[in-house]
């Protein structure tokens, strides 16, 4: 399909064609060969088979790929797409196909790991999706509750409410003309991630007769879903922090003849079941039985050794239901962690959203964002849109079930009737005045969660933005770059109340009580705070009270150890439980003055940033790699992400930053983490890097006579 491929100066993509599929198609295969290593990898996690090439360190993956269907929930998806749509996608498709082979021979990592391009399928993109956020709900908080109230007793749960800074740290505001130096809108933020190297968004323009669009687009998925400027209208998104995935224990069976059945709260049922087969580079071919119940696919466990039967030892087509362990509301399958699966909204519905994609490309107004945005399935996310027009909007959108409060704290028991999904959650919305922030707390997407981000940063943000009213676009990285550590107040508090110190102790003490609280990379009180914060929170793990909790990871696949580690979980929720009962108050404090002391003799003069650095997923890891340090920290507003307790290298940071003028899109800003290519050594692929470890922005060209049009079809040329 015949269209354009310009370049500005940082390599970004710019696409024209002639009409929307012949532009799909071009965002297809300018991805194809900018990013060929990159969705090549995401194309084989999603099938549950980049074992076959990474290796025995994959295997994790790979087996809760398969386990949950993810390959095949996208197929089911794609066949419920209208036909529009499906064509739409299909050109995309089609484009990547046309330049895999030239993306694979730029990319070193074919060769060196022996992968050669496939082929993608017309669900692909759909996969791709699917794999990037499955987790994003972050359901495995569900097994952990589940182990504290069996362990410990209900009352414990909410000591370690977080809210829930293991997945969300996104931050997104939305600037009325009443608080612009031009009279129009601003839309910025900036979506926090896992760090991945090539990152995870793709600066990339779209322009046909129909629309001209900028924005934020993911490798492997046509159109620009979270972030776009489309000239008279532009939208951003953060994670909405809504519960939408359950977890059931399960009480499984396996007859005489092999098949699986699965006890409901109408009796045993059949259960669909069959073996999967997972490569092994490098190692042996690993074997996974794949359970789907009526509730879902079982993503831990499966039929115990015991619980075959025969015609003559079956059990009666109904059966009563066990009963609950005293005092937790947890069901004895849960305790004794047999088996556990996954309802999402996807599988259930048969639907990703992907008709709001094209509709989201060709949308002209608030009102055209929000419609779209009405067919948007997954992930749950606050929206924020505003036009040229003085529409503005400020609402929540995809899927989330309706169901027993009991659903959304733990893994509730699939054979008791009432754990049913009975509809769907109207979304929520609210008006804008003045101004509008989304940081992931507990704002309008309240009635849909259980766990939200602590309120630190969306504090911070209206504070910075509610001082004037001369901002622009380029101002946004004032508020982008804030490292002020509000969740440092707790602790602090604590320290200033220690006594019985020794000298350098106390000093310590004194110094922390006059620290400014920012977190920047070249403080040596924030590192100074780190350590002692992560000194605290593995001094109160090991407690003879919470010891009870230590072996949880042990009893779930290693995929889920992030959400169930007990050092991990008391850094993340000290400030909550420095506040609570949980622990003697008496301990608390001894525990908290031994780290003063511990921090204290190490003597460290190390700054933040040299403790503070930058730890991205890379598919083929580079040993030699020297990672930049990083300011800011778990809920700043610059939000770069360590476990307290564990590490204090960041693993999930901003994974872009934008600033929309609605005033004049050329006005506009963006940076990603490294930069527009993920080929190896083209000068493309990390010159943005110091761009974003500063906090600065480059410029969003528009202007076709400031770009540098690619001669022929060969983009790599």
């Not at 102790?505 to 004194?510: G, H, N, Y």
């Not at 696949?557 to 991990?568: D, E, K, M, R």
Request: proline share 8%; hydrophobic share 45%; aromatic share 8%.
């Amino acid at each position: 399909m015949e269209h354009q491929v310009f370049r500005d100066q940082w390599g970004v993509p710019h696409l024209r064609a002639a009409d929307p599929l012949s532009l799909a198609y071009a965002q297809g295969r300018v991805t194809a060969v900018d990013r060929a290593w990159q969705i090549e990898v995401e194309r084989h996690r999603a099938q549950g088979t980049s074992a076959s090439f990474l290796g025995a360190d994959a295997v994790g993956w790979d087996r809760f790929a398969r386990q949950t269907r993810l390959a095949d929930t996208a197929a089911r998806c794609h066949a419920n797409l209208d036909r529009e749509t499906a064509d739409w996608v299909g050109a995309y498709v089609d484009g990547v196909n046309a330049g895999l082979a030239v993306g694979a021979r730029r990319a070193p990592q074919f060769a060196a790991t022996g992968l050669r391009p496939g082929r993608w399928q017309p669900w692909t993109p759909l996969a791709v999706w699917l794999c990037h956020h499955i987790l994003f709900a972050g359901f495995p908080a569900k097994l952990w509750r589940t182990e504290v109230a069996r362990l410990l007793g209900d009352d414990a749960v909410d000591c370690f409410a977080a809210d829930r800074p293991d997945t969300v740290g996104s931050n997104g505001w939305l600037l009325t003309g009443a608080r612009t130096a031009s009279g129009s809108p601003v839309v910025a933020g900036d979506p926090h991630r896992f760090i991945e190297d090539p990152g995870i968004y793709q600066q990339i323009r779209l322009a046909c007769p129909a629309y001209d669009v900028v924005g934020l687009a993911v490798p492997g998925v046509p159109g620009i879903a979270h972030f776009g400027h489309g000239g008279p209208v532009a939208w951003a998104i953060t994670n909405a922090s809504a519960d939408y995935q359950d977890l059931y224990a399960e009480r499984l069976r396996r007859r005489a003849d092999g098949t699986v059945e699965a006890l409901g709260p109408d009796g045993w049922r059949p259960a669909v079941s069959h073996v999967e087969t997972i490569e092994v580079a490098g190692g042996d071919p690993v074997d996974v039985e794949v359970i789907e119940t009526e509730r879902g696919p079982v993503i831990v466990g499966g039929p115990a050794p015991d619980e075959t039967t025969g015609p003559e030892t079956a059990a009666p087509e109904t059966a009563t239901a066990p009963e609950t362990v005293a005092g937790s509301g947890v069901a004895p399958e849960a305790e004794a962690g047999a088996a556990i699966s996954l309802r999402y909204p996807p599988r259930v519905r048969g639907e990703l959203g992907f008709a709001a994609l094209p509709a989201l490309l060709a949308a002209t107004s608030v009102a055209d964002v929000d419609a779209a945005f009405d067919r948007w399935v997954e992930p749950v996310n606050v929206v924020l849109a505003a036009d040229t027009s003085g529409g503005l909007l400020h609402r929540v959108a995809g899927a989330v079930p309706l169901r027993d409060g009991a659903n959304g704290r733990r893994v509730v028991p699939a054979w008791t009737a009432g754990h049913g999904w009975r509809g769907w959650h109207p979304m929520p919305r609210v008006d804008v005045a003045d101004l509008a922030v989304m940081a992931n707390e507990r704002g309008v997407s309240a009635p849909l969660g259980v766990d939200f981000a602590p309120p630190y940063r969306a504090d911070r943000i209206r504070e910075l933005l509610t001082g004037r009213t001369d901002w622009t676009a380029a101002d946004s990285t004032r508020v982008h770059t804030d490292v002020r550590a509000a969740s440092a107040e707790p602790l602090l508090a604590r320290l200033a109340d220690l006594d019985g110190l020794g000298p350098a102790a106390a000093a310590l003490r004194d110094r922390l009580s006059r620290w400014d609280r920012e977190m920047r990379a070249d403080s040596v009180d924030a590192a100074a705070f780190a350590a002692v914060r992560a000194a605290v929170a593995r001094r109160l793990a090991a407690h003879p009270a919470l010891a009870p909790l230590a072996g949880v990871p042990e009893r779930y696949p290693a995929l889920f150890h992030p959400w169930l580690g007990l050092v991990s979980r008391v850094g993340f929720a000290l400030p909550t439980l420095l506040r609570t009962e949980l622990l003697p108050a008496a301990d608390v404090t001894d525990a908290v003055r031994a780290a003063v002391e511990e921090t204290a003799a190490a003597g460290s003069t190390a700054t933040w940033g040299e403790l503070h650095r930058l730890a991205p997923w890379q598919a083929l890891p580079e040993p030699s790699a020297q990672w930049p340090g990083l300011a800011g920290d778990n809920d700043c507003v610059f939000a770069t992400s360590s476990v307290p307790g564990v590490t204090h290298h960041c693993f999930r940071a901003s994974a872009a930053r934008y600033a929309w003028d609605l005033a004049d899109r050329e006005h506009s800003r963006w940076v990603v983490p490294f930069g527009a290519s993920g080929v190896p050594g083209d000068p493309h692929q990390r010159d943005q890097l110091p761009y974003w470890l500063r906090g600065d922005l480059v410029p969003v060209v528009t202007d076709w006579r400031r770009l540098r049009e690619e001669p022929g079809d060969d983009q790599d040329q």
